[in-house]
């Protein structure tokens, strides 16, 4: 499996942009690049993915460099709500691959 | 309701007993999983079920078995607990054939081999 680096921990303060860095850098052509959240307390949660593309929906950005050797999640307003374990995760294209968590990247929001 | 449910929620057993935690689902997917997470580590997959009749080991299979009663259902066991295997289980579940594949997950059990 194609692995991803994150860094450990990050800080924000509240309703400013957040942007969380993945890279892959061993990344292959057929990969998709998925984002989920854990909250406290809680299961994981899809956040977005994607291919090549930049992506936009309802709870986030992810921007791909244009290489797709890093990727970037963008929280454009971080609320305190957002304070959670960000994982960055390659997931091959084709049927049978499982998704595999690493340590991901624990989010504080600041008051 | 919970689309992905698990039960328990929490569980303290002794070194030896036999221990089983269930997964339902009512999302109609076919693909479910078992995860373990151990504090500050990430998810590692014990276990995944693609369909009814089929069970495949994940990375850390031993000491553990499945079994999956039907769509809806998926079983994971510990034969004979042992404190090592203190940790938080996830459930979760996908449906499968797309390339817009989503894992969703169950609140979590919270087990503990004393």
Redesign the interface.
């Known amino acids: 499996d194609a692995k991803t680096t994150q860094p450990n921990s990050m800080e924000s303060n509240e309703e400013e942009p957040v942007h969380l860095p993945c890279n892959h850098s061993t990344i292959s052509g057929t990969d998709y690049i998925h984002w989920y959240r854990q909250l406290p307390s809680q299961g994981p949660e899809y956040v977005i993915h994607g291919l090549t593309s930049n992506v936009n929906n309802r709870m986030a950005s992810l921007a791909i460099a244009e290489d797709r050797k890093s990727s970037t999640l963008i929280l454009h307003r971080a609320t305190l709500r957002d304070a959670a374990v960000y994982y960055c995760i390659l997931r091959p294209r084709f049927l049978g691959q499982n998704f595999v968590f690493g340590p991901g990247t624990r989010l504080s929001v600041l008051p | 309701d919970a689309d992905?449910t698990q039960t328990p929620r929490n569980r303290i057993t002794k070194t030896g007993k036999r221990i089983m935690l269930e997964c339902s689902q009512t999302k109609g997917h076919d693909r479910m999983?078992w995860?373990r997470q151990d504090p500050?580590?990430?998810?590692?997959?014990i276990y995944?079920s693609?369909d009814v009749k089929d069970i495949n080991k994940?990375e850390i299979s031993d000491g553990y078995s499945v079994s999956r009663q039907a769509q809806a259902k998926f079983s994971l066991s510990l034969e004979s607990a042992i404190p090592n295997q203190t940790a938080l289980y996830?459930c979760?579940t996908s449906l499968?054939?797309t390339?817009?594949?989503?894992?969703?997950?169950?609140?979590?059990t919270q087990l503990s081999v004393l």
Do not use: P, W
């Not at chain 2, 390339?99 to 979590?108: A, I, Q, T, V």
């Open positions: 992905v999983y995860y500050g580590l990430g998810l590692r997959l995944y693609f994940g996830f979760a499968g054939g390339e817009n594949e989503k894992l969703f997950f169950g609140s979590g």
